[in-house]
């Protein structure tokens, strides 16, 4: 087989562990000869699947006891909705990053108006940056933050302080880096960046924001029936979970997300050393707001012209993945948690490569 690196933003690349993982279940669960997918979500063997990914999170991010976990479907788009639904009282206070987040606030937006607060925006340099110096209306019922800007390639790198519960969309940075989950009323994301495979979302919640709406909530939407059921209102999706809890396994055999983090700040490091030392290459975001997970560079001026000749290239080596959302144009290499240091060094070399031949 060809060697590849793959650099793809979402779907992207997991543990090459969890997917073989994943392929044994598909044709021998536990030794039961049958398939995962073949089985009782409601037997034994399954709800032990269950129960070891709730830990896992637990474990992993020292989530406190007064928060519940549970496992989704709908993705982080389903969330945008099901916020509002079970936090909106009277107002709502979203920051603005990027396309995920203009979509979250645009569901409050539908639901609720101008009850819905934008605090700040940086639609202004195309989310290039994470705006600073905003003020957060202390009568909102929550603040919501997008944490990574997937497309833009920016990222909140520390948990905010907020005068109201914190929402945050964390679907493509969770478990890169050690979290204070009490600085949160709600974390969210779909699974298929950093903890497995589309079609699973988490939901980490503490209990006491819920409740408060005085609405009714459609009950597949009410997270409260999900708690009630642990998270088996109805049938969850089983080949999701399995890849996920098979992640977090390999996430703890890196050392946990304090591991991950090690590893994804060094990742970072070397490739976006590399971009500032390219003259071919420029980066896009703001250098204190620049993304972990996802890195996006542009040709530097004068060199506009090389962007197809440098992704055949690109290709030709090996990578994949790196050529950047329509929105910001170039290239971007996402380099998630399971994104081998070797890539990023491929990824490096090719580049270095590239600069000698069009030197
Ligand atoms: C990928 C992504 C989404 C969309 O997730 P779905 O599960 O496809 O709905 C939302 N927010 C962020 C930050 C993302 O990276």
Not at 34 to 47: C, G, P, Y
Not at 106 to 127: F, I, P, T
Not at 346 to 353: K, Q, S
Request: charged content about 25%; proline content about 4%.
């Amino acid at each position: 087989m060809k060697t590849v690196h793959n650099f793809n933003a979402g779907p992207c690349i997991l543990p090459q562990p969890a997917v073989e993982a994943g392929v044994k279940a598909l044709t021998n669960f536990k030794d039961s000869g049958l398939s995962v997918i073949e089985i009782s979500h409601r037997s034994k063997d399954w709800e032990a699947v269950m129960a070891e990914c709730e830990a896992q999170w637990r474990e992993l991010l020292h989530i406190p006891d007064n928060y519940k976990v549970l496992f989704l479907t709908g993705g982080a788009s389903t969330q945008f909705m099901m916020v509002p639904f079970n936090l909106f009282h009277t107002k709502a206070a979203y920051l603005e990053t990027g396309v995920w987040a203009k979509k979250a606030y645009a569901e409050a937006k539908g639901l609720h108006g101008d009850a819905a607060v934008k605090v700040a925006s940086s639609a202004d340099r195309n989310y290039n940056y994470i705006p600073k110096g905003y003020d957060v209306p202390k009568d909102a019922d929550y603040f919501h933050i997008t944490t990574n800007n997937t497309i833009y390639g920016t990222e909140i790198h520390t948990d905010y302080d907020s005068p109201v519960p914190l929402v945050a969309d964390m679907s493509s940075d969770i478990m890169s880096r050690p979290l204070d989950v009490a600085k949160y009323g709600l974390i969210y994301g779909g699974a298929q960046k950093n903890v497995g495979t589309a079609g699973v979302t988490f939901v980490i919640v503490r209990e006491d924001v819920l409740g408060k709406t005085g609405r009714y909530i459609p009950t597949i939407l009410d997270y409260t029936s999900h708690i009630k059921n642990g998270s088996m209102y109805n049938t969850p999706p089983v080949f999701p979970i399995f890849i996920m809890n098979e992640t977090l396994k390999w996430v703890k055999s890196q050392g946990g997300v304090a591991g991950m983090y090690k590893q994804n700040v060094e990742k970072a490091a070397l490739l976006y050393n590399e971009i500032d030392r390219n003259k071919l290459f420029v980066g896009t975001a703001e250098k204190e707001d620049r993304s972990l997970m996802n890195v996006c560079f542009v040709m530097n001026k004068g060199f506009e012209n090389k962007e197809e000749a440098f992704l055949n290239f690109a290709k030709e080596k090996g990578m994949v993945g790196i050529k950047g959302h329509r929105s910001v144009g170039g290239f971007r290499a996402s380099i998630y948690n399971a994104c081998p240091k070797e890539s990023v060094q491929a990824l490096i070399d090719c580049m270095r490569e590239f600069e000698r031949s069009e030197a």
